[in-house]
């Protein structure tokens, strides 16, 4: 197989994975066997496609391979006469449809099936690493690593997440389903967090040689947008999607022509999508409009609007998005939100005042391996003119950085001190 078509395969499978699984589960009802058949679906197609090429609705190919590795599964294991039976006869009836029934299912605009496996994967009987964890497995097609890297925790931590997730799943019974009135709400908060971390995979990649994945971010916003109409009163929705669509207006200033990253101060503002800007403030709008305190969804999209709103780099409020900040550090604390806190104090204030902001978080474990702590000392150092610094601080961001675009911008900045 050529590294062309490997690579084909690959993005075909980042893209369609989740909704095979998602159609699985909701056949088969078992979320850890849905994501076997999806992954021997993926074999076949590393055998088959080489030869016969990529078939036009990848998705539809793969989920009916699938249902076929289930049917064969429960025959050689002798469960017809069992519930699987009554299962796999339905299967069969819907494979002798044909792909283009099948190519109709899957094209279904509303999503249920994606939006039924973040609520399950989001159950209340997992923790909320693990409803997390999982959600970014199954919904995001994120390898263990990935995860790994979005949580600042070890690999190893992750894998047990996800395995010991699964299988409560099975042996909880957990319904394949969404839920409402109460339940919804219960679960609501930990499957906006999984949106979020699904477009923030794709709107800065943790590892591999490419800094954007445009298909997760869309993916993210198709199911917030899906959530927001199916939640119309909850602010915090609107707000998610408020702050997905204003970052996702910038995503094509992100990158230079050679794929390079371009930083926010930095873009060409022209490329911007006034369309998806006019969008989130219009959902900012809405979630403000519905009263109550901002939550952190909301108040992220209200420093991403400030960003919007100004003509210019020069014209951006500073001190009202440091004041965001604050008030997204009282709502949701975090090292991240602290370090995020100190860059506006830094454009707001002065480096100096941002310096100190910063080396205050020197000692938060959590940061240690995180490479954006050591980036924005550097630029910090870097503005206050003590260049020996920055060259430091830029290269071990560079040694921490997994990927490959951030690392090569940030050893072109330590090589310019």
Not at 40 to 65: F, M, R, Y
Not at 137 to 164: H, M, N, S
Not at 200 to 224: F, I, K
Not at 324 to 341: F, G, I, K, R, T
Request: aromatic share 4%.
């Amino acid at each position: 197989m050529t590294p062309d078509v490997h690579r084909s395969i690959e993005t075909v499978w980042r893209i369609e994975s989740p909704k095979v699984i998602a159609a699985l589960t909701r056949k088969v009802g078992d979320v850890g066997l849905a994501e076997d058949l999806a992954q021997e679906a993926l074999l076949a197609a590393l055998e088959q496609w080489p030869t016969d090429g990529v078939p036009p609705n990848p998705g539809a190919w793969l989920t009916s391979v699938a249902k076929r590795k289930a049917i064969d599964l429960w025959r050689r294991e002798g469960r017809f006469a069992e519930r699987e039976g009554e299962i796999a006869r339905r299967l069969e009836a819907e494979q002798e449809g044909g792909v283009a029934a099948l190519e109709a299912r899957l094209d279904d605009p509303v999503g249920d099936d994606l939006l039924g496996l973040i609520f399950m994967s989001c159950h209340p009987v997992l923790s909320t690493e693990a409803r997390v964890a999982l959600t970014l497995r199954l919904l995001g097609g994120l390898a263990t690593p990935e995860i790994a890297r979005a949580f600042l925790v070890p690999e190893a931590t992750v894998a047990q997440r996800i395995v010991r997730a699964k299988r409560t799943l099975a042996e909880a019974k957990v319904p394949f389903e969404v839920p409402r009135g109460e339940e919804l709400e219960e679960r609501l908060p930990s499957v906006l967090e999984v949106i979020y971390l699904i477009f923030n995979e794709g709107y800065s990649a943790t590892a591999g040689d490419d800094l954007l994945r445009p298909a997760l971010c869309e993916e993210a916003l198709r199911l917030g947008r899906i959530l927001a109409g199916l939640t119309r009163g909850e602010a915090e929705v609107h707000g998610l999607v408020a702050l997905m669509e204003l970052q996702a207006s910038r995503l094509k200033a992100r990158v230079s022509s050679t794929g390079s990253p371009v930083l926010l101060m930095d873009q060409d503002r022209s490329r911007w999508d006034l369309l998806l800007v006019q969008r989130g403030l219009a959902a900012l709008r809405e979630a403000t409009a519905l009263g109550g305190p901002l939550g952190p969804y909301t108040l992220q999209a209200a420093i991403a609007s400030c960003h919007a709103e100004a003509r210019t780099a020069a014209e951006t409020d500073w001190p009202r998005i440091a004041a965001l900040y604050d008030a997204l550090a009282q709502v949701s604390p975090s090292p991240v939100v602290a370090l995020n806190q100190a860059v506006a104090i830094g454009m707001a204030f002065g480096p100096e005042a941002g310096l100190r902001a910063v080396d205050e978080l020197m000692a938060e474990k959590v940061l240690q391996a995180y490479h954006l702590l050591p980036a924005v000392r550097g630029d910090l150092l870097e503005k206050l003119g003590r260049q020996v610094e920055a060259k430091q601080e830029f290269e071990r961001a560079a040694a921490l950085a997994q990927n490959a675009r951030e690392r090569q911008l940030l050893l072109e900045r330590a090589a310019k001190q």
